[in-house]
């Protein structure tokens, strides 16, 4: 149980155009989901925390405008990166909290690789 | 802010050695997770510890929550090449759904 799929697992994209990424919690439904971005050889960075029907709450310095988050379902959230730059290729992971959760914990998605052209 | 400092960064050992991360905090945390991270991929939830002075083992991982949650450590016996990845120490503070992460250790099991 506790599988979250994202979908693409990489996309490669040409400077100022958008890209959609999508984070999907399989076997369970999450109120909260988290959207990171990840450096190479670094931990994880978190980017915004998502609510189901609700706006997200971004980290400082992250640019709200740019990378819009929607939470429509509880089973669904997805980034979008907009006027994508070669500064925003990184690996973008997804994690979700479950609804019936005790502990907080988070089931992280496999990653997209993002690559800007 | 919480912070968690988790050592050591890097980390090679040979096939059978034992070995011991370390995750501290002056903030005490609700729970705090293991994850294990293979290059490309999304971290892995290995466990998660609540009570302080908890031990949790998985095999010939053994996971330790100190007496005052504010630390905690993980300790592999044996170590297998199959153990080799980035592992990230996460703790959640009381009434957050966020996660503060260590920065990673990274392990190499050489055979």
């Known amino acids: 149980g506790a599988v979250v799929s994202q979908h693409p697992s990489w996309v490669i994209c040409k400077s100022g155009t958008s890209v959609k990424i999508e984070c999907r919690s399989l076997d369970f439904q999450a109120t909260t989901m988290f959207w990171y971005r990840q450096f190479p050889k670094q931990s994880l960075m978190l980017m915004a925390t998502s609510n189901e029907g609700s706006k997200a709450t971004y980290e400082q310095g992250v640019e709200k405008d740019k990378f819009l988050i929607n939470h429509a379902s509880l089973t669904l959230s997805t980034l979008t990166v907009t006027s994508a730059h070669p500064e925003d290729s990184s690996f973008y992971i997804c994690?979700?909290?479950?609804?019936?959760?005790?502990?907080?914990?988070?089931?992280f998605g496999p990653g997209t690789r993002l690559t800007v052209l | 802010t919480q912070l968690l400092e988790q050592s050591p960064q890097f980390l090679s050992i040979q096939e059978g050695e034992n070995l011991t991360v370390y995750c501290n905090s002056s903030?005490?945390?609700?729970?705090l997770q293991w994850y294990r991270q293979e290059p490309g991929e999304g971290p892995v939830l290995l466990v998660t510890?609540?009570?302080?002075?908890e031990v949790k083992k998985l095999k010939r991982l053994t996971f330790q929550f100190g007496d005052a949650r504010k630390d905690s450590s993980l300790h592999i016996t044996a170590a297998q090449p199959g153990d080799t990845g980035l592992y990230l120490c996460a703790g959640a503070g009381a009434g957050s759904y966020q996660l503060t992460f260590g920065k990673g250790t990274k392990l190499s099991v050489i055979p």
């Open positions: 510890v609540v009570t302080g002075g």
């Open positions: 994690s979700a909290s479950p609804t019936a959760g005790t502990y907080n914990e988070q089931f």
């Open positions: 903030s005490v945390f609700s729970s």
